[in-house]
């Protein structure tokens, strides 16, 4: 059983479009973090947020975490080719100390 | 300057066959990671070292072994090959041990024939 629900596994779409992706779980976290990793590379963190009901905007790209810290969102406006790669949500458990891996949305963005 | 670099990049070997993959961090951190990421995509923890010293040892099979010569690098050995094996390994390091940023490798492609 994974602790962490990635949606959508897998999202095509034209260049210009939004798309959101979600994070979700049962479990609370002290806080959350996205990465995205491309072909061939490591992941590469985008944002962490820690408090509930918490945004944070990175360019094109808003986060945001669940009020109840079980569960985050990705929205991306107006998607370029650019934005093209594997997005993962990292969860830090509340006791454990652990951090937890969702399975990851491959997003493709076509021109 | 690369950050976290480990080698080598593409593994190919023989079932049965003992390997080993090397990973160094120029940061300056006190906490190393081994994961493991799936052909779906998922990324699993498999050991921790913190100054030298395992904190984190998942359910891995013993053959996997982890070693930690200094805080700056963390090796990984693995005995007698399976299939089951193949993946792409990732070497990550933290400032902390309380999984906050993590800066990963660009990984090792294991393929195990």
């Known amino acids: 059983t994974q602790l962490l629900e990635q949606s959508p596994q897998f999202l095509s779409i034209q260049e210009g479009e939004n798309l959101t992706v979600y994070c979700n779980s049962s479990s609370v976290f002290s806080s959350l973090q996205w990465y995205r990793q491309e072909p061939g590379e490591g992941p590469v963190l985008l944002v962490t947020v820690v408090t509930g009901g918490e945004v944070k905007k990175l360019k094109r790209l808003t986060f945001q975490f669940g009020d109840a810290r079980k569960d985050s969102s990705l929205h991306i406006t107006a998607a370029q080719p650019g934005d093209t790669g594997l997005y993962l949500c990292?969860?830090?458990?509340?006791?454990?100390?652990?951090?937890?891996f969702g399975a990851g949305t491959i997003l493709r963005v076509k021109s | 300057d690369t950050a976290v670099s480990q080698t080598p990049k593409y593994l190919v070997t023989q079932m049965g066959n003992d390997k080993s993959i090397k990973c160094e961090q120029n940061l300056g951190h006190d906490t190393m990671y081994w994961y493991k990421q799936d052909s779906k995509k998922f990324l699993k923890i498999m050991f921790s070292y913190n100054n030298k010293e395992l904190i984190i040892n998942e359910t891995v099979p013993n053959r996997f072994s982890p070693k930690s010569p200094d805080k700056a690098h963390l090796n990984l050995h693995i005995n007698s090959l399976e299939l089951g094996d193949s993946a792409v390994y990732f070497c990550?390091?933290?400032?902390?041990?309380?999984?906050?940023?993590?800066?990963f490798g660009s990984g090792t492609q294991l393929s195990v024939l």
């Open positions: 990292a969860g830090v458990t509340e006791y454990g100390n652990k951090l937890v």
């Open positions: 990550a390091s933290t400032q902390r041990s309380r999984n906050e940023k993590l800066f």
